[in-house]
């Protein structure tokens, strides 16, 4: 009995030695490769829905994986992430993943039924571009910027985002700042300044209408694509019309920080930093610089977070500090250091193994409609990863 006793005992001291010699290993690892080891895991879980017609891991649903089709909007950023952790680590294995994904984004270059060929062709093949001197990659990224110029409406002097519908006649979201990077990557590569033009008509025309006088921008605009008049003001996925969306105001700052880097005229860097400020000031950011999901929700214990608004921030803040000097550059520099911090620890970083594979917990998609929420989102993880290798590029 007491061999027995003693062994039990031994095999507790085993077990809590290599228990504690994991957790220090985990400890001593670089964010960089904690999130490698994370999309290794969500790579081997993602693989057999590869030849499926949901092959792109999206978020969480019910403690499960959820994978989605490559027309979903999300599609693009599984495969731009890979290219990311490629571009952090230098290994080959997530360049081959990488292409592999990309690869299945092919037909959305044909799309015209959404705005978002931005997100999809743009963080799959446009990455890809900035590893691979590639003309067939140069080829999808000019057919994807034809597709969504079939949605620009000349006389409203904007890119229709969403469908019309019962409530919308041109629903124009401020998300679609987004893809217009894109645009100026085709005029670059075929030299038709046609794509060029209307990333500038589109941005000229948020700018003038889609901000409020804090620069906090609405989530829908409906034009009437006629006389160009806006017809309505909303938010569909923000807590009310007059409310500042958290990743809306993100994606309204790294709109024109891309509009100042492609046109350098300064109307959109100013824009960016009235952006910024208001972003960095408002009153109800928490501490830790992770925003709650609407910036003018009521905030009680249970309010939701956005890590994804927060990654989209301190991305666009590396960039921006690159545009602007002295106190204004320590300042965005400073304040993405800080959510980058934030984001790399309890409680938004997972813990090896855990979370499906995704790096970051506490998104939130769709509060209004009780979707996605307190999860993981893949553009979380996608903005979070090109944060870091913006901030490593500085560093170096």
């Known amino acids: ?16 030695g290599c228990k504690e010699k994991v957790v220090t290993e985990e400890q001593s690892m670089t964010v960089i490769e904690k999130a490698a080891a994370q999309y290794e895991h969500l790579y081997h879980k993602a693989i057999s829905y590869m030849d499926s ?61 959404t705005h978002d060929l931005g997100f999809m062709i743009g963080d799959s093949y446009g990455n890809a571009l900035k590893y691979m001197d590639k003309e067939a990659y140069e080829k999808v990224m000019v057919q994807a910027a034809k597709s969504l110029v079939s949605r620009f409406k000349p006389k409203a002097g904007v890119i229709q985002s969403w469908n019309s519908n019962d409530r919308w006649q041109c629903p124009v979201i401020i998300d679609n700042m987004m893809n217009l990077e894109m645009l100026f990557e085709a005029t670059k590569i075929s030299g038709d300044s046609t794509f060029y033009n209307v990333a500038i008509m589109h941005a000229d025309t948020t700018m003038a209408k889609h ?73 109800n950011l928490p501490e830790d610089k992770i ?35 002295d106190d204004l550059e320590h300042a965005y520099v400073d304040r993405a250091n800080t959510i980058l911090e934030s984001l790399s ?27 996605e929420i307190d999860v993981p989102l893949n553009y979380a993880d996608y903005y979070f990863l090109e944060a870091l290798l913006r901030q490593r590029d500085m560093i170096k």
Do not use: C
Not at 56 to 85: A, C, E, Q
Not at 230 to 237: D, E, F, G, S
Not at 292 to 321: C, G, H, Q
């Open 1 to 16: 009995m007491k061999k027995i006793n003693l062994l039990i005992i031994l095999t507790a001291i085993v077990f809590i």
């Open 291 to 325: 925003p709650y999901w609407d910036y003018d929700a009521p905030v009680t214990k249970d309010t939701p977070r956005d890590a994804s608004a927060a990654a989209i921030t301190a991305s666009a803040l590396f960039e921006l500090s690159t545009y602007v000097e």
């Open 211 to 283: 901000f409020r006088d804090d620069y906090s921008s609405y989530h829908v605009l409906d034009y009437d694509t006629e006389t160009g008049k806006v017809l309505k003001r909303n938010t569909a996925q923000g807590y009310k019309d007059e409310s500042a969306w958290a990743r809306g105001q993100a994606w309204g700052l790294y709109g024109y920080i891309v509009m100042y880097r492609e046109t350098k005229d300064e109307k959109y860097l100013d824009q960016a930093k009235n952006i910024a400020s208001f972003i960095m000031n408002h009153p």
């Open 53 to 113: 017609d949901r092959p792109m891991p999206r978020t969480i649903v019910n403690g499960k994986l959820h994978t989605v089709g490559v027309y979903d909007w999300t599609s693009g950023f599984h495969p731009g992430s890979m290219w990311n952790l490629y571009g952090l680590t230098n290994d080959t294995t997530w360049k081959n993943r990488a292409v592999a994904y990309t690869h299945l984004m092919d037909t959305i270059q044909y799309y015209e039924g």
């Open 345 to 371: 620890k309890e409680p938004y970083l997972a813990e090896i193994g855990t979370n499906e594979g995704f790096i970051l917990k506490h998104s939130t998609g769709h509060k209004p409609q009780n979707s």
